[in-house]
């Protein structure tokens, strides 16, 4: 079984200001199992999802998923293993804005095998509640965008998920529902990590772990 | 083809500002097109010429390769005839223009009896019959020079000082025999008031053409002695030349299209950062970032291409109808190197217009695009 590490993990922003966004944070993330992350602003939570899944490189530190050392590999390398085993869901949805909900879909699973199935798009897109998939983004509500965004993550058949505020533009309605959503993916043995700041849908998922200027306070 | 769907949906959504690209570039295509075309009709013109002429060695005045002044004397070609190196041609030729405003614009041609070769180039008789007789003021001309000209067998044409009843209509492969007003040689040179010609052609056997040449220079050491297939090189390069001058003409155009499709494509790359970012942060490696951008200017222009030469054509073909109608021949031709080579230079253009946007793509931080 594959798990996602990260071992004193440490990264600062800024040249003469400095502030450690992450400092020192070891933990090791199983698959099957869902984890949020929460903490006031400014506590590291976004920084760590993208140190994590490699997009942001630490200055002390490393991530290993498997026996795979991430930031051993040069940038595009990263990029690659991210389109092979990871996925992203953003607050702000960031669905293509020209392309239909059935594209959006279709991207990151181009990305990752140079190929589209529009078949398989069309499937995961229904089981989110999206039965018609051809209007573009902004025809579609926030929690409808959402799911988009999911379908978008999921198409690619990942290992570990990462959610950086996924609710954040949400009311609560949707939002119980999106976090429904994510913490179901996780018993389908994936890893789902999800940066948020609402205390009760932490508490959804299986661990909450808690973040204070950068450093991981208890679990 | 998944890529180009996204890029050709991103073009439709920014449908504004590209439309502006397509139409610099169009523009700048089709007069690169219609400028080309010149040379290219040029050039089949001559290749034309070349294979309706039978004569392959011209003796010309010393230091000239094509004469327009007749300093030749006649004799020259007796003398010519005498070495029995093959058929020799007395040529003495000039412009023809007839009417105000010039309707009809051509050359008049000496037809010299003397000779064993029926004329420069063959023709057929099309209408009337042929010249018969060196003494009578008769004519043979061309059925375009006809045509546009008006005449009709019987009608007199005037030369100078002299008057010619036409008797025949002369059809060819050749434009300058089309466009021809044959009369006899030595009652031209009558009304030229000269005594003298323009070159000797001489048409030898084909395998001694090597040989003559040879012979001829050996023999007229102070005349100029030139093969058709060196004059056709000459009036070649004449073409290239002209050619360079007209893709410096219309590089300009697609200079200034190259700038501001770079303009367009800094600014669409600027707008997209997020894009490119969350395209990043899924899994898109900075070459299919740089692949992207570099695709979508080249889409825009081929785009633009493709209405370019739509558009080239369409110009080409009226204003060839109008030449034709005008001065009875068509300068313009649009051959198939033409659009393949504007499709390169249009995607060249696309290709210099992003590649610097598309570097300043591939360097976007991810976390900054995505706006932290
Ligand atoms: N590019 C940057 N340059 C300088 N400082 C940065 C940069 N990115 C993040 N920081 C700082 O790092 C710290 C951690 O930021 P981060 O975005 O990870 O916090 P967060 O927990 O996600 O906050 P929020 O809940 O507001 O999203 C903050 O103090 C932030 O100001
Ligand atoms: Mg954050």
Redesign the pocket.
């Known amino acids: 079984m594959k798990t996602l590490r990260a071992e004193d993990l440490r990264?600062i922003?800024?040249k003469k200001v400095k502030?450690?966004?992450?400092d020192g944070f070891s933990y090791e993330f199983m698959p099957g199992k869902s984890y949020a992350v929460v903490?006031?602003?400014?506590?590291?939570?976004?920084?760590?999802?993208?140190l994590l899944a490699g997009i942001e490189v630490p200055d002390e530190g490393r991530v290993t998923y498997g026996d795979t050392v991430l930031f051993s590999m040069g940038d595009d390398g990263r990029a690659r293993f991210r389109a092979d085993h990871f996925a992203f869901v953003f607050q702000q949805f960031y669905l293509i804005p020209y392309l239909s909900a059935l594209d959006n879909v279709s991207v990151s699973l181009y990305l990752k095998t140079g190929r589209t199935d529009l078949k398989r798009a069309r499937e995961i897109l229904k089981t989110l509640g999206i039965t018609d998939p051809s209007k573009r983004p902004y025809e579609y509500s926030g929690g409808e965008q959402q799911r988009i965004a999911i379908a978008r993550a999921l198409i690619t058949d990942p290992e570990v998920i990462f959610a950086?505020?996924p609710t954040g533009n949400l009311d609560s309605k949707n939002s119980a529902m999106i976090f429904k959503i994510l913490t179901g993916i996780a018993r389908e043995r994936r890893t789902v990590i999800i940066?948020t700041?609402d205390l009760d849908l932490a508490s959804t998922c299986d661990v909450v772990l808690h973040?204070r200027d950068?450093r991981l306070v208890n679990t | 083809m998944f890529l180009l769907k996204v890029v050709l949906l991103s073009i439709r959504h920014h449908l504004l500002r590209f439309l502006l690209a397509i139409i610099g570039l169009a523009v700048s295509i089709t007069s690169l097109v219609y400028l080309m075309s010149f040379g290219e009709g040029a050039r089949s013109l001559i290749r034309k010429n070349a294979r309706a002429f039978n004569l392959q060695i011209l003796v010309l005045p010393p230091g000239q390769a094509l004469s327009v002044q007749p300093i030749l004397p006649r004799q020259l070609a007796d003398s010519v005839r005498a070495l029995g190196v093959g058929k020799v041609y007395a040529v003495l030729r000039l412009p023809y223009t007839g009417g105000f405003p010039p309707k009809a614009v051509g050359v008049v041609f000496g037809k010299d009896f003397a000779s064993s070769l029926h004329f420069l180039a063959d023709y057929s008789i099309e209408k009337g019959r042929d010249l018969t007789d060196s003494t009578r003021r008769e004519a043979v001309v061309g059925s375009v020079m006809a045509r546009t000209a008006g005449w009709k067998i019987g009608d007199t044409v005037v030369i100078g000082t002299g008057k010619y009843v036409i008797v025949g209509i002369a059809k060819a492969e050749s434009p300058i025999v089309d466009n021809a007003i044959i009369v006899p040689l030595n009652l031209l040179m009558e009304d030229m008031g000269t005594e003298r010609i323009l070159a000797v052609a001489v048409a030898p056997p084909p395998e001694r053409s090597r040989e003559v040449v040879e012979i001829l220079k050996k023999r007229f050491p102070n005349y100029s002695v030139q093969t058709s297939e060196d004059l056709m090189k000459l009036a070649q390069s004449f073409v290239a030349m002209g050619d360079a001058i007209r893709f410096g003409l219309s590089s300009i155009a697609l200079f200034v299209t190259a700038v501001f499709l770079f303009a367009i494509m800094a600014i669409t790359v600027q707008e997209r950062r997020w894009e490119f970012s969350v395209l990043r942060a899924l899994g898109a490696t900075r070459w299919f970032i740089f692949r992207l951008v570099i695709v979508q200017a080249v889409a825009v222009s081929v785009i633009g291409w493709l209405l370019g030469v739509l558009l080239g054509w369409g110009l080409v073909e009226v204003s060839g109808k109008v030449m034709v109608r005008v001065f009875g021949l068509n300068l313009l031709d649009m051959s198939a190197g033409i659009v393949l080579l504007s499709l390169l230079v249009a995607i060249v253009v696309g290709f210099v217009g992003s590649v610097f946007p598309a570097v300043s793509a591939v360097r976007i931080?991810i976390?900054?695009g995505l706006g932290?």
């Open positions: 990264k922003y800024g502030t450690v966004a992450v903490g006031p602003s400014g506590s590291g939570k976004t920084t760590l999802l993208y950086d505020e940066a700041h973040l950068g | 931080n976390r900054e932290r």
